[in-house]
Each structure stands twice: as C-alpha cells, then as structure tokens.
C-alpha cells in the first residue's frame, strides 16, 4: 500500500490541460492509493467557497469527491486558496488539516505543511500571512461581502495580481534553512514534506536528533510532480502533463 502526496497544482480554467491531467490522475492512479494528501495551492486562486461555480471548479470537487468517498483524502491550504472551508470539505470529500501537521506515514512522524512558513527571509510575503492569510478577522469580513465585491477587494489586497502572474516568471523565494531546523527539532521529527517553492528536491540534514530530511515537492505546469510513499521510503516522480 502507499500514499499519494501533491501540492501546487494552481488549477485555473487558464490552463485546461492542467485540469485534465489532475481529472486523469484522480480517476485512475491515484484510486491504487491507500491515502491522498494535497499540500496547498491546487487552485490558483480561491475567493470563497460559494465563488466555487465562478472558478469553474465545480467539475473539479466532484472528481475529489469521487475519491474522497473511496480512501481517505487529506488538504492543506496554501498561499493561493486559504479561503477553502467547510462547504469546500463537504464539496471536495476532502478534510482540511492545520498547516503544519505532524503525521505517521508509514511508522515515520513527518512533518506536512505547505511550506510558505518557512520562508521567513521573504518579509512581504509573511506580512501577508500575518494581515490576511491567518488574520480569521479578515477572513470574517472578506467572506461576508458579495462576490464582485471580493473580486474587487482581492485585487486590493493584491491576491489578484499574484495569483494572474504565471507560474513561469512568479518568482519565489525559497525556505529559510534555520526555520527548517527549528521545526525539525520544535516538532520532533526528523522527516518534512512541503510545496510552495516548486523547488522539487530531497535535502538531507544531520541535526542534533539524527539525520533528517526534507522533501520539496514540484508544482504541475509541464509535468505532474508526485510523491510516492510506502513501507520502503520515499519518491517523488514526474508525470508528463
Ligand atoms: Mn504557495
């Protein structure tokens, strides 16, 4: 048996093919899975659960929800779509983890996030995770205007205008390596599992408590970045989009 692991997918009508290929994956490789966690951005942009039809994803839940219903399924949120909430859960099949949960995959306690708060050196980035991304106030008031006006107020709050860029040219700052070893010891683990970077690789570190390691997992633009895991360790393969 083995676990599926996947994070920034950045699904947006824009990019069709990218749809499809998540589409395909889900109804067929990912059913030989015993679990499925998504570590945050699958969509490029998220205002709301309600703005779900607008986004086009409706086609999208139901595929999740198609899995869901068969193994458990698992997401974290990430930059682009911390507004998903309940009815997104209820939608998708899929149960919404705090950022920075420690799980037993496989008898080995490892540490999933989406890994946006490692990057502590990208200070404007962390000055929008502290105003709005965990800000439950902002997100209060945010949720509670009408649709055309979060689309205004998002492109405010810049949301917009990052989630427009390409993934190609969007410039993103990488982890900071002392985070990194301040969660492996805070958290007591010696194994990390991350997106946001797109920086696809495995690091390997020797801390105080053993040697650890941390995957980084790729984002799907042109091909599906995968991680594998079962009894006998970890791979992260890329598919051909
Ligand atoms: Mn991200």
Same mark, same amino acid.
């Given at each position: 048996m083995h676990t599926y692991i996947i994070s920034d997918l950045h699904?947006?009508?824009q990019q069709p093919n990218v749809i499809e290929a998540f589409m395909q994956f889900m109804a067929g490789e990912a059913q030989s899975a015993e679990q499925l966690y998504i570590l945050g951005d699958l969509f490029e942009y998220w205002i709301g659960d309600d703005a779900a039809p607008l986004l086009g994803a409706e086609p999208v839940l139901?595929?999740?929800?198609a899995?869901?219903?068969k193994i458990p399924c698992f997401f974290?949120?990430?930059?682009?779509?911390?507004?998903?909430? #309940?009815?997104?859960?209820?939608?998708?099949?899929?149960?919404? %983890?705090?950022?920075?949960?420690?799980?037993? %995959?496989?008898?080995?306690?490892t540490l999933i996030l989406h890994g946006d708060s490692l990057c502590i050196d990208d200070h404007a980035h962390q000055l929008f995770?502290?105003? !709005?991304?965990?800000?439950?106030?902002?997100?209060?008031q945010f949720l509670g205007l009408e !649709?055309?006006?979060r689309i205004e107020a998002a492109k405010q709050a810049r949301m917009e205008s990052q989630a427009h860029k390409s993934n190609v040219s969007m410039e993103i700052m990488d982890v900071t390596e002392s985070a990194v070893l301040e969660r492996f010891a805070d958290r007591n683990v010696q194994q990390m599992i991350h997106g946001h970077t797109h920086r696809q690789a495995?690091?390997?570190?020797?801390? #105080?408590?053993?040697?650890?390691?941390?995957?980084?997992?790729?984002?799907?633009?042109?091909?599906?970045?995968?991680l594998k895991a079962d009894a006998n360790g970890i791979d992260i393969t890329n598919y051909p989009i």
């Open positions: 699904l947006t009508p139901a595929q999740m929800q899995l869901a219903s974290i949120a990430g930059n682009r779509d911390f507004l998903v909430g #309940p009815q997104f859960e209820q939608a998708s099949g899929f149960k919404i %983890l705090e950022d920075e949960s420690v799980i037993d %995959l496989y008898g080995q306690p995770r502290q105003q !709005i991304v965990t800000n439950a106030e902002w997100r209060e !649709i055309p006006a495995t690091h390997d570190y020797a801390t #105080p408590a053993g040697d650890a390691r941390r995957y980084v997992l790729g984002d799907w633009l042109t091909t599906a970045s995968v």
